[in-house]
């Protein structure tokens, strides 16, 4: 059984931005976000939380942050908390993205750990999956994706219908090759389906995104399938009038 969910609208700004640019970006998405029909969440780089915390207020703009420590507290040089967030008013965390895992060394068991640490402090972590162009090829899509999930799902037991997931297939971000719909079904009915063997019918409420160029012209096709409940959109979330069209595409 299914349940009516709204989809989410995410954009992951990723290193970009200044004050200047933050407050442009975010008084042109006030102007004219309207009350959208879907949920909208800005993840943003840490050094802008308490900014853009502040830019967001009272807007449907929800806060985002882009990665959270697996640790409570301590000597973790460089991290920042599920607390300290907290402390901004921040409502989901990116957990996992592929370019952690790629350039931070993040293990799928470090993953889970972050998810939890999200979850704990009543943060919704995104936890991003998806394969690299030579999995692909070598017909290990599925296989890596479940892998990546199992270890979100063995980590959070009965939380696990509290996240939000994002298949983000590694070729397809920020290149311009973007998943077609029926690619990007394919898998997210995969997800559906281990979501569903780990939290039962509460699997039809977690909102699958889907990321990786994401624009203003494929949203609507994407969107439109059956499993895909949203999108984790990188470049196109740093244009005003892009992230908008998307933001209208997903009701
Ligand atoms: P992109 O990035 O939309 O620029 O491809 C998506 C992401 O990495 O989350």
């Not at 942050?65 to 989901?92: C, I, N, P, W």
């Not at 889970?112 to 998806?130: D, E, N, S, W």
């Not at 479940?146 to 070729?171: D, F, K, M, T």
Request: hydrophobic content about 45%.
């Amino acid at each position: 059984m299914t349940h009516p969910k709204k989809k989410l609208i995410a954009g992951n700004w990723k290193m970009n931005g200044s004050l200047a640019a933050n407050a442009a970006l975010v008084a042109a998405l006030r102007e004219s976000v309207g009350t959208p029909s879907c949920d909208v969440a800005v993840c943003v780089p840490a050094p802008y939380l308490a900014q853009v915390q502040g830019l967001v207020d009272g807007s449907p703009l929800a806060l985002g942050a882009q990665d959270v420590s697996a640790h409570a507290q301590g000597a973790y040089t460089g991290e920042q908390s599920a607390a300290m967030l907290k402390d901004f008013g921040v409502r989901y965390a990116i957990v996992g993205h592929s370019e952690r895992r790629q350039y931070h060394g993040e293990s799928d068991d470090t993953v889970a750990a972050k998810a939890a640490a999200a979850l704990a402090a009543g943060i919704t972590p995104i936890v991003c999956v998806g394969e690299t162009l030579s999995e692909r090829e070598a017909g290990h899509t599925q296989e890596v994706v479940r892998r990546q999930l199992a270890a979100v799902i063995h980590a959070n037991g009965h939380c696990i219908s509290e996240i939000v997931v994002a298949y983000e297939p590694v070729w397809a971000i920020g290149t311009g090759k973007t998943a077609t719909p029926e690619q990007a079904q394919a898998v997210h009915a995969v997800l559906r389906t281990q979501l569903h063997h780990a939290a039962g019918d509460l699997a039809g409420r977690i909102r699958i995104l889907y990321g990786g160029s994401m624009n203003a012209a494929n949203a609507a096709s994407l969107l439109a399938q059956a499993d895909i409940d949203g999108g984790l959109i990188g470049g196109a979330s740093l244009k005003a009038p892009d992230f908008l069209q998307i933001i209208a595409a997903a009701r």
